[in-house]
């Protein structure tokens, strides 16, 4: 033991330029092991996190068949996310048109966020910074003239979601979505039951937005336009 304390000690004595980057390198090998594992343990941990976080704070249960988020960047992606509309909305016994479907709200194909990973983690708030929304369909339920199902997940999903306000206003960078398949189920008159589906096929994209109020009328003006009304209208209850 004595000879190795030694001879380390000669190697450091006489090399230590070499010595001073060997140990630099170890740590550094160290530190990315270490980040990495952060990385893992973070990106797993974030699956339940966010679909717990929608499913407990809105009443829509939400499923996704993958998530990926990037701790470090925030960039999250969830693929073919599933919220299911809560009970109240469930007009299976009423409707028995096979095309309409009031179990599922929405399903979208991907959803592509940018959020704060700090917000999420320690305070379970979603942060965004940009949203892109690819929905397959979109399942509209309207039980009265105070009950219908868009504008309840929106105003539940704002509860626990913000616009990123590190810049000192509200901002984002970036909006877009596209919206395949719509169907509208009013049971407001049992005696008139008023059912619509129509294929989309919608698109709608707006960069560098700095007031969330003029995104909604000109993505009000859109829906209207391409034939959706009742989502138009669920902007705006």
Request: proline content about 4%; glycine content about 4%; overall charge negative.
């Amino acid at each position: 033991m004595p000879n190795a304390v030694t001879k380390t000690l000669t190697i450091l004595k006489e090399q230590p330029v070499g010595c001073f980057f060997a140990a630099l390198l170890s740590i550094s090998l160290i530190s990315a092991v270490f980040a990495g594992m952060i990385f893992i343990v973070a990106a797993i941990i974030a699956v339940p996190v966010i679909k717990d976080t929608i499913s407990e704070q809105t009443g829509f249960h939400a499923s996704v068949e993958s998530l990926f988020l990037n701790v470090y960047t925030g960039e999250c992606q969830m693929n073919y996310l599933s919220l299911q509309n809560p009970p109240a909305y469930n007009m299976s016994d009423i409707i028995k048109d096979d095309d309409i479907e009031t179990v599922t709200f929405a399903v979208a194909k991907s959803v592509k966020l940018r959020l704060s990973p700090t917000q999420l983690f320690l305070k379970g708030r979603l942060v965004v910074k940009s949203i892109e929304i690819d929905l397959d369909t979109i399942n509209c339920v309207r039980i009265n003239n105070s009950s219908y199902n868009l504008p309840e997940f929106i105003e539940k999903i704002s509860e626990i979601s913000e616009i990123d306000r590190s810049g000192g206003h509200a901002a984002l960078e970036r909006f877009s979505i596209k919206i395949k398949r719509g169907t509208y189920c009013d049971t407001s008159m049992p005696s008139d039951i008023m059912k619509w589906d129509t294929e989309l096929n919608f698109k709608f994209e707006k960069s560098n937005i700095g007031n969330t109020s003029e995104l909604t009328a000109a993505l009000y003006d859109s829906l209207n336009s391409a034939n959706a009304p009742f989502i138009a209208r669920g902007l705006t209850k």
